[in-house]
Each structure stands twice: as C-alpha cells, then as structure tokens.
C-alpha cells in the first residue's frame, strides 16, 4: 500500500468518482451531444443530427426569452435575500444572553409564565388557533432568555429543516387572493385604516412591478403591481435569509478578530462605521461565494416552484429557463431541444461567474 | 485515518448485503405484475379480487409512477411497469407515438377484449389509435353536473334542471354563491383536470364539446381551432369567470389546497361545500362516499357532544343530486365519453401475464366490482341493479343518466401529424393567459393558437418524412405517391 499511494487515493475516491461519471458526466456529454440532434422520446423519429438547428430555433423561440425575463426578474430577489442573511447574522452574531444569571433566570421564568398564561386564556375562551400562535412565540422568547442568541438562530434555520414541497404548499395558500393570511391580514389592516382595497392577486396575477415598461405582447404583461413573479420573489427571500447564506456569514463574522472590532471602538467608531469599515470587507471573501453561488442558484432555480405553485403560470409568467428544459424534455419530449436550452443555460451560468470572478480578482488587486 | 474510513467503508458494505438479503423477494412461482395506477379506493379490492383468481400472479400497485412523463421515461429505458393507465385517447396516442403502448390488434377477439365488439361504442377511441388497439377499459363515464342539495336549499335556489342552457345554468350558480367577508365562500362550479400537480380548468373544452366540435378536420390534416365553436368556448369560459364570476381560475383554485392525490382535489372540495356543483362523472361516487361516512361521524359525534352543539352548527352530510351538461340553444346536451385505459408496456418481460389482467376487466367479475364501486362497466356485462348503499349521492340516478349519456357522448377525431395533447397544450396556455387577463381578445387567442398549431404541424412534418409523406397521401390522394 505505501509503495502505491495513488492506487490508494483512487480507491477512496472511486465511489464518488464512479457515481460522478455515471450520473453527472456522461449525461452531460450525452445532452451536449444531444443538442446537435432531433433527439426525442417518440421512437418514429429516427435520430438525426441537425447541426445548430436547435439553437437556431431557439434564437426565434418567444418563449425562450420569456422565460429567460422571468428567470432574470426572480433574481432580483438576490440582494435582498443576500443583504438580508448579512443584516440577520450581525444581529444573531452577538450574545444576546443576559450577563447577570439571576437576571436571565428572572426573566426566563416571567416569559414562561406569562406564556401559560396567555396561550392557555385564548385556548379556554375558545381561540386555539391563536394559543398555539402565542404559545409558540412564548417558547421561543423563553427559550431566548435562556439560552440566548442559539435560540433565533435555531429558530431563523429551523424553515431549512422543512421538506422544499411542505414550505411549498404553505406559501401557495398564504397566497390566495380571498382567503390567505396575506390578503387577509391586507385587508383587516386596509379597514382599520379606513378604506376598502382589494389585495393583490399574488400566484394568479400577470402583474409584476417593473409592468410598466412596454414589453412586447408575448411577455404576457398584466400590468403595474404584485402578482406571481413577486410572490414567488418574497418567498424565496423568506427562505433565503435564514437560511445557508446565515449560516456562511455567521461563520464569516467569527472569523473577525474581535481586536479590530474594539480598537474601533476605542478610536471612537459607531456602529455603522465599524460594520462599514471592518466587518464588511472582511466579509468580502465570504460575500463573494455566497453571490457566485446564489447567482448560480437564481439561473437554474424556480422549478419546484413552477412546478408545485403555479403550473409556471398564469400565462407562463412564472415559467423559468430551468423548468422550461423540463417541459421541453419530459412534456413535450424533444430532449435535443430541450438539451439545446440547457447548454444555452449553462453558457450564462459561465458567463455570469467568470464576470464575477474577474471583477473579484481586478478588485483584490486594487 | 486510513483505518476509520477502511472502517466506514466496511461497514457501509455490510449494511448493503443486511438491506439487499431483507429485500422482500417475490413469492416462488408467482409472475408479478406491476401496474402504474391511481392509489384509488377501489384498487386495492380490484388487485385483490385478481389475486385470488390467479394464484400464479401477483399484481402490484405503483401509485407514485403513473404520470406521463415517468412512464415515458420509465418504458424507453426499460425499467416501466408491466401495464399502466392511461386516462383519455389523448395521451394514449401520445403513448403509441412513443412507442410504449403494446398493440393488442391480433390477440384482442381470441383473447375476448376486442374494442369494438366488448367495450361502450363510445370510447372506441379511448383504446384504438390509427385502427389498432392498444387496452382495455378499466373504467369509462361522461360528465355530467353534480350538485349540493344542501348549498341550494339554503340559499332557496332551485335545483338545476335537466334541460338548462350554459347561459340558464351560469345566472342558477350566481344565485347560490356565497361570498364572505373575506371573498367568495361558496363558488358556484368546479371544473378542473387535477391529472398534473396543478390545476388546468377544463371548463372552455366541456363547453367546446358541448357543441360536438373537433379540433381537426376529417382527415386529420389541419387543426381546426379558429372555429366559431372555440371562439364561443373561450367567451363563455372568460364570462363564467369574470362576469358570472362563478369559476375561479386554476391558480386561484391551486391556492385553495394543498393536498393532493386521490380524493384530494375537487371532490374534497365540493364535498366540504366549498363548490355548489362539480363536473363531474359518476367515478365521483368512489370518493364521495368516503367523505359522507366521514360526515355522518362528525355528525355522531356532535349529537352527542351537548357543549359541542352549544358552540358549533350541526354539521352537514353531503346530498347531491345529477343533472345532464346544459346544452346551447337548439342543441342537445352533448360532451366526450373517456375512459380509464390498462395497456401494457411492450417491453415488459410479464406482457402476456398482464394480457390476463386485460382480460380480467371484461369478465363478469369484474363488472360486478364496477357496478358496486358506481362505476359503469363493460355495457354487455353491466346490470345497473346494485343494492344503494348511499341514498344521499343519487346512486341510482347517477346509473340513469350515465347509461343515456354514454351512449350520446361522442370521441374527437385524433390526428397522426400533431399529437392531441399538444392540441390542449397550445390551448390550456390560451386559457391561462385569458383568465390571467380578461381584457384579452379571446377571438385573436383562438387565432394564435391556429397559428401556433399550424406551424407545429408544419415542423413535425419537416422533421419525419413518414410523416410527411402519409400527409402528401392524406391531403391529395391523387397525386401520392
């Protein structure tokens, strides 16, 4: 063994890489290969290659740049989702726990208390619903006098523990324009304020809010306000802020020598100074992953979405490229088509990071 | 280090060889079948019955694999089930054009399932495709109207009547919905395909049917969609949604719940009197009758329970009553006859085994287990004298009608140069966009999907010459070659 440590390092590596040949590599080269093709499910067309005329196709497919719009507008949603995670994380990062134990153990048992007390009043005069929400709530402030910031954190990453398609369906009817929480809560809120306004039509509008601008017909454009794209947007923001990008930058915050952090302070610096001046570009190395990784992400995502929210409608509004492949290939079964838009796909993705990349190295050389 | 990874590795490989000998292997001398399908009631008792009766086979259910792509995919890799269903003509041309459909032609009349002779007239097309036949019915029916009694009592509405055109029976629903504060509580119909994830209303194709149109043309050259059947179709879907405002749209009904599966859908729906009437067929009977037992408990429950009846309203046991579809004016009514087809994979190693389980459809068995679970069987083998086991879902009245409208209900012409189910591709994303925008032109959407199809039709021929040159035959038969 000592004399062949190669053979050894491949033999540890052969699972993954057989697994890696077998299910990502191959079929890569096989789509790529299928592109130049009129590859299809249905057996009475005789495999041909066709040369570029899928991607010729594509260049005239309406669809194509429909769905390639939507893909590019849910991205939007990147900042925020980002900027978000790092807002969330600078909070969580400090200790949040009371230093004085008998303080936090006061106070652990008058939020206890007070919990009981509440969740149990709305459960016995006949509001459950609003118990558990109390309840719930209740434990979490408890837990959080107790054992501090661990306890938000658990809290904010506990949606990533939940299977995609549950958090799915829950949005879908938070979403309904008449009897979702959202448009009801919009509505109880618009009445106290004195006037009647219909909520948004979320999954089942065209609207989006860049509507204004004059697309062509194909686009589908309902016009100024929220519709589906941005339901589909404020979701994901939803799951992204507390989710892995908080835990990254989590991780990226304790990697800063506190000295820094306190030096500042000692010279007099605020709060938005310090994070400013220190903790954002010592962050950088880290934001910089999580935009490349997200970027990525936001061109091949919003499939489970499409597919389990709105059937990538109305009227193909909230259709992306990634599920579009699915329609091509597995709907309509014209894999070398579908493959064709996959590449194409690809290519942005590339595209895309290798900007970023040489924009990273053209700053860390400035 | 090398050691705690040889160790995982190891122990990895044991777990393997433990899960792979608890693997449970098929009894000896039993030929399984697997057979992709609905996770219905009335599977397990039908798989069960078949069982019994060939104790050389075993037939499997596989729920999780029944929809179209997946047995595309499955079949071309050769990994598929032995049979499976298909719901509707449409997708089993798309099925034969796959090449995953096993032609039964030259078995079918010494094997007793011969299309043409056993099953309804009216689904004839439901299990051929081009002048061959590729399954057997499991199950067939039209749709009809069905209603809640008790959403129409308390409102005072009449009942819908046997003879109402769309525009009678639109205004009737706007008459029983129901809003809240919050909206509409009760919506006046439901009529949605829940065969995908998602919801895609099908109400603007009961209604183009309802005018006996097709969306081709006799030959099955062109489609014919920019048709003043279509144009009216797609008027009235828009009005039933936005003017009538008794539909509401598939995302909207999307929204409403997210269970899905079997009887969690539409019927769950009108049977929790969230819909005054479905679209329906008499398969609805199947689920309807799990939720009334359910609501009879809950009615127990609460005659029993004082406090609960202080604070709660009796709750309600679904009664519903069957119309005929309206009709348009000077018309009668009219729609499509479909059915639930079984066919078998052709590259099944078990396909003769499976022939047996065809032909376990149209036996006299299997007829009686249909009339029980209200479904209407094979038409030479059915009764219609089953015992009423629920008098509140109109049983016998659902048999009345289903029997008449199976033999009224007609098939669409299909078409070997563009496949149906792209058909109703290029129109449901039509749909989507009218209900998404009512200021929409529905008459310049039916023109764009003429278009749209036109130019399908034109790029299928380009990319097969069969196909081109039966379409050079079809459309001049005399200057074929």
Request: hydrophobic share 45%.
């Amino acid at each position: 063994m000592r004399r062949h440590p190669r053979f050894v390092v491949l033999l540890f590596l052969a699972p993954n890489l057989l697994g890696f040949l077998t299910f990502t590599l191959v079929p890569v080269a096989l789509s790529l290969a299928g592109s130049f093709t009129n590859w299809s499910l249905r057996p009475a067309l005789p495999l041909e290659f066709i040369g570029l005329q899928n991607y010729a196709r594509l260049l005239h497919d309406q669809q194509f740049y429909l769905y390639l719009y939507n893909t590019a507008y849910l991205m939007l949603a990147l900042p925020f989702s980002i900027g978000g995670a790092l807002w969330l994380a600078v909070l969580l990062h400090g200790q949040t726990r009371f230093r004085h134990a008998p303080t936090a153990r006061r106070a652990t048992l008058a939020s206890g208390l007070a919990t009981l007390a509440g969740a149990g009043a709305l459960w016995f005069t006949g509001s459950p619903n609003l118990a558990y929400l109390v309840g719930f709530l209740g434990l979490v402030a408890t837990l959080g006098f107790h054992f501090g910031s661990v306890t938000y954190r658990t809290a904010y990453y506990l949606p990533n523990f939940t299977a995609g398609a549950a958090t799915i369906l829950l949005w879908t009817q938070l979403y309904n324009p008449t009897s979702g929480l959202i448009n009801q809560g919009l509505g109880r809120a618009a009445a106290w304020l004195g006037f009647e306004a219909a909520g948004p039509g979320w999954l089942t509008s065209t609207k989006s809010l860049l509507g204004f601008l004059p697309w062509p017909e194909f686009f589908n454009n309902g016009g100024f306000g929220l519709g589906a794209r941005e339901a589909i947007m404020a979701m994901g923001i939803w799951a992204a802020i507390g989710g892995n990008n908080l835990i990254l930058f989590l991780a990226g915050l304790s990697n800063i020598p506190p000295e820094l952090n306190e030096a500042a302070e000692i010279d007099g610096a605020g709060g938005w100074q310090r994070f400013r001046h220190i903790t954002w570009p010592q962050l950088a190395p880290t934001t910089f992953f999580i935009v490349i990784i997200s970027l990525i992400g936001g061109l091949q995502g919003g499939f489970e979405q499409a597919r389990m929210m709105t059937n990538g409608g109305p009227a193909g509004t909230t259709t992306t490229l990634s599920y579009y492949i699915y329609l091509q290939g597995f709907e309509r079964l014209d894999l070398g088509y579908g493959s064709a838009v996959a590449w194409v796909l690809f290519l942005l993705v590339f595209a895309l990071t290798a900007l970023q990349w040489s924009r990273q190295a053209r700053d860390g050389h400035d | 280090m090398r050691s705690v990874l040889l160790g995982v590795f190891g122990v990895l490989v044991a777990m393997s060889v433990v899960a792979y000998t608890l693997t449970p292997a098929p009894p000896r001398h039993r030929t399984r079948i697997l057979w992709a399908s609905s996770a219905n009631p009335f599977r397990l008792a039908q798989i069960e019955r078949f069982n019994a009766l060939h104790p050389d086979l075993l037939l499997q259910l596989d729920s999780s694999n029944n929809r179209f792509e997946k047995i595309i995919v499955q079949n071309s890799s050769g990994v598929g089930p032995d049979c499976f269903d298909v719901l509707t003509g449409s997708y089993l041309q798309a099925y034969v054009e796959s090449g995953v459909a096993w032609d039964l032609t030259d078995r079918a009349d010494a094997l007793g399932i011969k299309a043409d002779r056993d099953a309804w007239p009216s689904i004839h097309n439901e299990i051929t495709y081009e002048g061959r036949q590729y399954g057997y019915p499991a199950n067939a029916g039209t749709f009809m109207i069905l209603y809640n009694k008790n959403i129409f009592d308390r409102r005072g509405v009449p009942y819908p009547s046997e003879d109402m055109t769309w525009d009678e029976f639109f205004r009737l629903l706007q008459r029983v919905s129901e809003s809240g504060p919050a909206g509409p509580r009760v919506w006046g119909t439901n009529a949605m395909d829940y065969s995908g994830r998602m919801p895609v209303p099908f109400l603007w194709k009961t209604l183009f049917y309802s005018q006996h149109a097709e969306f081709f043309s006799a030959d099955g050259t062109h489609p014919t969609i920019d048709t003043p059947e279509l144009r009216t179709a797609f008027r009235l879907h828009r009005d039933a949604v936005f003017r009538y405002q008794v539909l509401p749209t598939g995302v909207e009904v999307g929204t409403m719940t997210g269970q899905g599966g079997w009887g969690g859908t539409s019927l769950t729906q009108f049977a929790e009197g969230r819909f005054a009437t479905v679209v329906s067929g008499k398969f609805a009977i199947a689920s309807l009758r799990g939720f009334v037992e359910q609501q009879k408990r809950q009615l127990e429950r609460w005659a029993a329970d004082p406090a609960r009846q202080a604070r709660e309203p009796r709750p309600e046991v679904l009664r519903i009553g069957v119309v005929p579809l309206p009709h348009f004016p000077g018309r009668p009514s009219c729609g499509v006859a479909l059915s639930q087809t079984v066919v078998i994979n052709p590259q099944s190693p078990h396909r003769e085994a499976a022939l047996k389980f065809l032909q376990f459809l149209a036996s006299d068995t299997y007829a009686r287990m249909v009339e029980l679970y209200g479904m209407p069987g094979n038409p030479s083998k059915v009764r219609y004298d089953y015992p009423v086991s629920h008098p509140e879902l109109a049983e016998h009245e659902l048999t009345r009608w289903v029997t008449r409208t199976m033999a009224q209900g007609y098939q669409t012409r299909k078409s070997p140069f563009l496949l149906d189910f792209d058909v109703e591709r290029v129109l449901n994303d039509q749909v989507a966009r009218l209900e998404a925008d009512p200021a929409l032109d529905p008459d310049q959407l039916v023109r764009e999907a003429q278009q749209q199809l036109d130019d399908l039709l034109q790029a299928n021929l380009g990319r097969d010459p069969r196909l081109a040159a039966l379409y050079r035959a079809r459309s001049n038969p005399a200057t074929a070659r």
